[in-house]
């Protein structure tokens, strides 16, 4: 059984920065890849970023591209994302999920993944 546990979230101004983390237990999430998923109130839950199984290959929302960086620590079994020059539309609730996909566009939908956290909560005020 594969869990997944978020933490880092918090309130922080604009331009300020947040690293998340995502501890999994399971041996079998070293085989999968990661990846984190956000909602914000009233909307749909959307991709933010994924890393692949090996953690070379890395893929990225264009609103996060350059701002958020995405990494795993293997021999921890954590996943990771740093999130610099935060906009108050990063405002949301950002979930860790793990997924037997590696590649391909599955990897940036929610139906690739079979794990969730629980999410953890990022306030961004302006």
């Known amino acids: 059984q594969v869990q997944l546990v978020e933490s880092g979230g918090g309130l922080v101004q604009a331009g300020g920065s947040l690293r998340l983390s995502c501890a999994a237990s399971g041996r079998i999430v070293s085989t999968y890849a990661m990846g984190w998923f956000r909602q914000a109130p009233g909307k749909e839950r959307e991709f933010v970023a994924a890393?692949?199984?090996?953690?070379?290959?890395?893929y990225y929302a264009e609103f996060g591209k350059g701002r958020f960086a995405i990494s795993r620590d293997k021999a921890e079994n954590t996943m990771y994302l740093q999130m610099n020059r935060l906009r108050p539309e990063d405002t949301a609730a950002y979930y860790c999920?793990?997924?037997?996909?590696?590649?391909?566009?599955?990897?940036?939908?929610?139906?690739?993944?079979?794990?969730w956290g629980q999410g953890t909560q990022v306030t961004v005020s302006s």
């Open positions: 890393i692949s199984r090996s953690g070379g290959n890395k």
């Open positions: 999920a793990a997924g037997p996909i590696d590649s391909g566009s599955s990897i940036y939908t929610e139906s690739g993944y079979h794990y």
